[in-house]
């Protein structure tokens, strides 16, 4: 078991840019979400997919920011155009059942950072 | 969704100081997770809870969950610097969104 795997580790881009994080979730996993963490706001929900259809996706802050599911072992949050205050460790994690019946299994994260 | 809250938002304990944090909802949860997460790590889960009343032991950690399903709390006897981290809990009622946490530090 791999584990969840998301690229890339570290990200460095200027205000503006496309951004794009990539996240393989652990085969066999039903359920994926997307999580961005900083000091002040601690670890928030962005969205989460069941079955590869975004559920909820009200943690979401703004039109810039867009998740895509294609198929069950890919998940790309995409920010575009990137602001400084998007820089945050951005986690991707994936469950076997519907959130909150089985474990939640964490990627190593993405540390993004606009300049 | 009802976030469930977390307190304290910090704890500093010297080694072999017992600690506790704890999880309250004010709406009936239907089970809740426990995570750890280690500074420049990413969170693990550690434990769910399930039954009303449930009192589950993993080594020096002790996770209950209260019988009204409202409140968990764990507990670590004799801390060491091993259990330094942040402790998360979360619970289905809420998509999974994940408390302020508590981040425990631990003097040698």
């Known amino acids: 078991d791999a584990g969840v795997i998301q690229s890339p580790r570290h990200e460095v881009t200027e205000m503006g840019q496309e951004v794009t994080l990539r996240c393989k979730p652990i085969s066999g996993h039903n359920s994926l979400f997307w999580y961005r963490q900083t000091m002040m706001r601690g670890l928030e929900l962005l969205i989460y997919f069941n079955n590869n259809v975004p559920i909820d996706d009200s943690g979401m802050p703004e039109d810039r920011f867009s998740a895509k599911m294609p198929n069950a072992s890919f998940s790309t949050l995409k920010i575009q155009p990137s602001e400084p205050r998007d820089s945050a460790v951005y986690f991707c994690?994936?469950?076997?059942?519907?959130?909150?019946?089985?474990?939640?299994?964490f990627g190593n994260g993405t540390r993004l950072t606009v300049t | 969704g009802q976030q469930v809250m977390q307190i304290p938002q910090y704890q500093h304990v010297q080694e072999g100081e017992d600690f506790t944090t704890y999880c309250n909802s004010s709406?009936?949860?239907?089970?809740i997770q426990w995570y750890k997460q280690r500074p420049g790590g990413h969170p693990v889960f550690l434990i769910q809870?399930?039954?009303?009343?449930e009192v589950k032991k993993q080594k020096r950690l002790t996770f209950q969950f209260g019988e009204a399903k409202k409140n968990s709390s764990l507990h670590i006897t004799a801390t060491q610097t091993t259990d330094v981290g942040t402790y998360f809990c979360a619970g289905p009622n809420n998509d999974m969104r994940f408390g302020a946490g508590t981040r425990l530090t631990v003097k040698p």
């Open positions: 994690a994936s469950s076997y059942t519907a959130p909150g019946n089985s474990p939640l299994h």
């Open positions: 709406t009936t949860l239907s089970n």
């Open positions: 809870l399930v039954k009303s009343g």
